[in-house]
């Protein structure tokens, strides 16, 4: 399967669920006992590859309350904790940043200026 191919099917859609990476993630969420703190890159991480950004989109709907049916909120409840949500918004900053700080981005990008603008618009959350 050719890379393009192969990065239609992982993220079809613009939603934050809309690909294999957070259907895995919900999945394991909905077992419970996964440590949400743990999926979120350190603060010095400079690049983030395409299912880090995806996990990080869904994880910031999650925390905005856009939770899928079946997890627990003590599953996700540390996306509220201080010092997770703000790691998880400057993630989710870097995420919707650029493509030279994320792959997500530049696949996102490389599908067209009104598919790029979609999925932003449908990833972006507030986390003030």
């Given amino acids: 399967m050719s890379?393009?191919?192969?990065?239609?099917?992982?993220?079809?859609?613009?939603?934050?669920f809309d690909n294999n990476e957070a259907r895995e993630l919900i999945a394991d969420l909905q077992k419970g006992g996964?440590?949400?703190?743990?999926?979120?890159?350190?603060?010095?991480?400079k690049h983030l590859s395409t299912d880090e950004g995806?996990?990080?989109?869904?994880?910031?709907?999650?925390?905005t309350g856009n939770k899928p049916?079946?997890?627990?909120?003590?599953?996700?409840?540390?996306?509220?904790e201080p010092d997770v949500r703000n790691n998880l918004?400057?993630?989710?900053?870097?995420?919707?940043?650029?493509?030279?700080?994320?792959d997500l981005y530049g696949q996102w990008e490389s599908r067209g200026q009104a598919e790029l603008n979609e999925?932003?618009?449908?990833s972006w959350v507030d986390l003030s």
Avoid at 34 to 45: I, T
């Fill in 3 to 16: 890379e393009t191919n192969q990065q239609t099917e992982t993220t079809a859609n613009t939603g934050p």
């Fill in 34 to 45: 996964l440590p949400v703190r743990e999926l979120l890159p350190n603060r010095g991480h």
């Fill in 54 to 63: 995806e996990l990080i989109v869904a994880l910031a709907a999650m925390a």
């Fill in 69 to 80: 049916e079946g997890i627990p909120d003590e599953t996700i409840a540390e996306l509220n």
């Fill in 89 to 102: 918004r400057e993630s989710l900053d870097a995420v919707l940043m650029d493509a030279t700080v994320s």
């Fill in 119 to 122: 999925w932003k618009a449908r």
